[in-house]
């Protein structure tokens, strides 16, 4: 997603609240093994280290995951 405008659209979508209201994406991100593997992710960092939107969709919607990407 490189057009920021249509980043923002989608994480202030009904599509993006369901898909992180799902539990198995609930469950995901609650699993230490995938927030650490998405922390150490260089590739995760840097999309969201360039898509502050993203970033701030994501810690919202989940805690752990923001924590697990900002320690560094």
Do not use: N
Not at 4 to 12: G, Y
Not at 30 to 35: F, K
Not at 45 to 59: D, N
């Amino acid at each position: 997603m490189q057009d920021p405008v249509a980043l923002a659209t989608l994480l202030r979508s009904p599509m993006f609240r369901k898909i992180v209201d799902c539990p198995g994406v609930q469950e995901a991100f609650s699993d230490p093994r995938v927030m650490m593997s998405l922390g150490t992710d260089p590739s995760t960092v840097e999309y969201l280290g360039e898509h502050p939107q993203a970033a701030e969709a994501l810690a919202k919607a989940f805690p752990a995951l923001a924590a697990a990407v900002t320690k560094r």
